[in-house]
């Protein structure tokens, strides 16, 4: 059945992909970003040029997940235009590399806004519909780092995508009486098909990266791309990512699968999370609260 979707950050990497796979499918989906008539102008037009070549009902729309006021005017925009959301696909993201050490605490909550904070603001604005149409879909682009193996100089990403992830298991169960389902796709690390290491942020406090470099890691960055290099293999597919979230769209209303793992590097997150997401199920079960496990049919 068609649907109507919303992808944040949908700019590049996963979400680009996931928006573009989206709508293929037959979806109509709004593929959001920030600067659609400024940096971002061209790939907005590259997308509508995709949508004419295989006559998909791809839109893309202004939706900054940082900013309350932009999420409040995207969110709004579909609602008017599609009548409906269906489906919102948290995507949007920031990865930061170096030195934990060396990131300065506003960094630090810049990157947490970013990657958790942002995902509130627009679950406010979007949740609202669903729960009047008592049906919908919740599906939120996690990490392996969550549960698996971790490389080091990643602590803020990882600890945003973490608490990103403990943010979706809880929705997941205070969404189900209403309908509402959750899907979390879980992408391991990937060296081509993403933008992640070209567009992290870098530390602030230089001379704490200084001492790291020139002290007991010299030259980590290239240490880090060639430890990712040597575990991923080189014809890892990220579009295997896009296909895992349009099969969790496509799946039939309470068969969507609630955690999936596309994780070419096999760093463990799948047993990881297997053992965690066991726990808080039976946490669920032993304190008589284990229909939150299943959304409602209404």
Not at 3 to 13: D, L, N
Request: aromatic share 8%; net charge neutral; hydrophobic share 45%.
């Amino acid at each position: 059945m068609k649907q109507v979707i919303v992808v944040t950050g949908a700019s590049s990497g996963f979400g680009r992909l996931a928006a573009e796979a989206l709508a293929r499918a037959g979806h109509t989906v709004y593929a959001t970003m920030r600067a659609t008539e400024g940096r971002n102008a061209p790939t907005a037009a590259d997308m509508t040029e995709f949508a004419r070549k295989h006559a998909a009902d791809l839109r893309t729309a202004e939706l900054d997940v940082s900013s309350e006021i932009s999420v409040n005017a995207g969110i709004s925009r579909v609602v008017e235009e599609a009548g409906r959301i269906d489906v919102i696909v948290h995507n949007a993201g920031h990865m930061a590399f170096g030195p934990a050490e060396a990131f300065t605490p506003e960094q630090f909550a810049q990157l947490y806004d970013t990657n958790v904070v942002g995902t509130q603001r627009v679950n406010r604005a979007v949740l609202p519909h669903m729960r009047a149409q008592k049906r919908g879909l919740v599906l939120w682009v996690s990490s392996s780092s969550s549960a698996g193996g971790t490389p080091p100089y990643l602590a803020p990403y990882f600890a945003a995508k973490s608490a990103m992830d403990a943010v979706a298991v809880q929705y997941a169960r205070e969404l189900s009486p209403w309908g509402i389902e959750t899907s979390i796709i879980v992408p391991g690390a990937f060296t081509s098909g993403t933008n992640h290491f070209a567009h992290a942020g870098r530390p602030a406090d230089l001379k704490v990266v200084e001492q790291y470099e020139h002290g007991v890691c010299e030259g980590l960055g290239e240490r880090i791309q060639q430890a990712f290099a040597a575990i991923v293999p080189p014809d890892a597919d990220a579009g295997l990512v896009a296909n895992a979230i349009v099969d969790a769209v496509n799946a039939p209303f309470g068969q969507r699968p609630f955690r999936v793992h596309i994780d070419p590097a096999q760093d463990g997150a799948d047993v990881g999370f297997a053992v965690l997401d066991r726990l808080r199920a039976e946490m669920l079960r032993r304190v008589g609260m284990a229909y939150l496990l299943r959304p409602r049919v209404w």
